[in-house]
């Protein structure tokens, strides 16, 4: 019995150190992002840390997942990087997506995304989020806050979602473009911050209209006619693929 608890005792401490390397490495690496005015991917790949051994930048050539104009003359960049360190000489990697946020040519935020923890940190010039969320908030007449701003951002959506683009009649997340009791949803849709979920809504929105479904609004149509002038960049899945172009 006494030999159960000790092995049960140093798998713990085993586990305990492994947390702790894995803790160390993640501090390190938001210790370095939140100095994010001077963000850039090739300085942190070729950054030295303490408790790093690599940065590794998932996307070689075009170094980023997307680059694109947003709302109020902002700009998203998406990076998909691993870190990679050692726990008692044994190679472990942890994978973030990094979404780095400018206003003209500076860089004003940035989210750090750890999608299978579900964590997400992130550090902006608060007063130019504030504005931009105030600016949002009154074009799209919603009520969001950081919180809706953070989220809606790090929700992995495509244009055309996986599985779906074989109905006849189009469809995202089980929510058909012929069913008028899903316009509330759409409507959501629409008003987010995520740039994929808005084209989806404005091909759900037009379906509607073309088929006579329901009435066209004219602050909805107000709000597509934006974002169709705006023809920001989308990631959008083909099939077994993901690719990014503008839809409009």
């Known amino acids: 019995m006494r030999i159960f608890f000790f092995i049960i005792y140093i798998l713990s401490c085993s586990l305990s150190f492994a947390q702790d390397y894995e803790n160390d ?37 075009e170094k980023k997942i997307i680059e694109r104009n947003i709302d109020f003359n902002w700009k998203e960049s998406i990076y998909l990087i691993g870190i990679n360190y050692d726990v008692n000489r044994i190679g472990n990697t942890k994978i973030f997506k990094i979404y780095t946020y400018h206003q003209n040519d ?21 007063k130019n989020l504030a504005n931009f969320i105030e600016d949002h908030n009154d074009f799209y007449n919603v009520d969001s806050n950081i919180e809706s701003f953070v989220n809606d951002k790090t929700s992995d959506e495509t244009y055309n979602n996986c599985g779906e683009n074989i109905y006849e009649i189009p469809r995202y997340n089980n929510n058909s473009y012929n069913d008028k009791s899903k316009t509330s949803i759409f409507e959501k849709m629409l008003k987010s911050y995520n740039t994929e979920l808005q ?50």
């Open 106 to 126: 500076s860089i004003v935020g940035i989210v750090i995304y750890d999608e299978r923890r579900m964590k997400k940190n992130y550090y902006f010039n608060y």
């Open 25 to 61: 490495a993640e501090y390190e690496l938001l210790g370095y992002l939140k100095n994010y005015e001077n963000f850039n991917i090739d300085s942190l790949t070729n950054k030295k840390f303490k408790f790093i051994r690599e940065v590794r930048n998932y996307i070689p050539i």
């Open 199 to 248: 084209t989806n809504a404005v091909d759900a929105f037009e379906y509607l209209w073309k088929h006579d479904i329901i009435k066209k609004d004219k602050n909805l149509e107000k709000i597509i006619n934006h974002i169709k002038s705006r023809n920001s960049k989308v990631i959008v899945c083909g099939g077994d693929v993901r690719y990014v172009r503008k839809i409009f």
